[in-house]
């Protein structure tokens, strides 16, 4: 068996015993649904589409991933258990692209739960199925780059708590960065590094696949975001076999 | 088959291992000793992969640590101080994920073998977090020999055990060290003596005595001496025909009184002494410190 397949498989059966995930899954749905039908409108907006939706996920994900995410590596730490996976011959590789994924399926679970809305928009009217199929995959990947800043949190601190907090903030920051709202502050950096910056924003790649159209650069990028803070994941574990 | 050489490991300003060197070899159970602090759990979180160095290598079964260390795990069990366990896993469950981690064919079937071995029927569907102090000892004394291997490295491995379950430990050790080189840290001394066949002791970081339980109570003056049982009447004249005092211990057979001094000579060499001047003596055997007497003298810090 794979090393991160046996990791996969642990973490995924802790997830089914959890009492806490139910309770995500649940808290996840309702706001989720609470979101979409009474402060969008989503009767009244009259559209057979998801956009309403959509447009609500990034700011829920970023206090549900961290919680999520918050764990990984914290309770790993608090518990000991860090030492009986360093010592095991799995490889670090391996057991953080599990755990990892672990949880991302976890979220998928999740976000496919959601699937009443969708019989509903069928229902109500004839929505083009394209912007919901490309809008679901782009938003499991947007969860993906939340879910990759918590791992890399989470592994800084044995404290949940901490690690919590300090992945909405870095998850906050990838969120406004999108809207351009620091320009105002750093417009002594050069402009080119700003558009980078604002480039580097979590909605407006998430945005074009809501409306049908996948770009291979923003799955690229999501991609990127996850690989890049999987990265600092290893390296701050790393680090704690330096100390 | 465990190779030491120039370990060192600094957390920030303490040096918690100095330049520690040693090798350990198949057959041999070796007792790692020292007081709270020397560095014990130190050396072998490096040894066993957990902390990185901060100087000197590790090699096991020829093969260094830093250059492949997933192949050294394989042939490492690890048995941290702290006991750790998954909480939300059962004791089988938590074996079965070892195992498989270890990538034994028959995980399952070596599972089951290690819960006998271990004496975990009690236990083996309960939740590990529920679980009590001798019991997570043993499940991970159990999750360390699991994939049989040649290395064993068990931090305070009978901590939490009843007297029985320290027994069957320490046979279990002895059993085990037949073809596998074993590193045990404890502190309790008379369990070195039981089933070590070489100890380490380190203090404030470094080794200070390396060789058997015996080479320990040499250390301490005095620690080796020798027991005699004469008529108390002869005392003064053996005392001249070996040339040192004797100090009493009490009654001895036969209405003497065994008196001990202290001397490197053999047992069988005083009493021939002592039969060339005619004095009778009816037992002559070594007097032998108690560790811990040696153990408190080697590892006094200069207060
Ligand atoms: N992660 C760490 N960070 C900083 N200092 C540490 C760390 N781990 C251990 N130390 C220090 O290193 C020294 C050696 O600790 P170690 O746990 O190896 O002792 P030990 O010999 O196992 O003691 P005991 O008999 O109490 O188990 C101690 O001074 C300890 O405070
Ligand atoms: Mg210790």
Redesign the pocket.
Known sequence: MQPSWIILKKELRGYACSPLAFIFVTIFLAFQMGFTFILGRFYESNQASLDIFFSFQPWLYLFLIPAIGMRLWSEEKSSGTIETLATLPLGMPAVIAGKFLASWLFVLAALLLTFPIVITVFYLGSPDPGPILTGYGMSWLMAGAFLAVACFTSALTRNQVISFVLSVIICFVFLLLGFGVFHEYLDFLPAGLLDFLSGLGFIPHFQQATRGVIDLRDVIYFISIIVFFLILNAAVLEGSAES | MIQAAGLTKK?GP?T?VNNVTFTVSTGEVLGFL?P???????TLRMLAGYLRPSAGTIAIDGIDMAAGPIAVKKKIGYMP?TTPLYREMTSREYLLFVGEAHGLADAEGRVEQVIETANLAAIRHQLTGTISKGYRSRLNFAAAIIHDPPVLLLDEPTDGLDPNQKNEIRKLIKDLSRNKAIIVST?ILEEVEAMCSRIIIVSEGSIVLDGTANDLRRCVPGGRAAVLAIRPQDKSAAERALGCALSPLGAGPAGCERFRLNTDERPARLSARLAEAGIACEEACCWEAPLDDAFRHLTRTTE
């Open positions: 957390f303490i918690a020292g709270n602090g020397a560095g014990k759990s130190t101080e502190h």
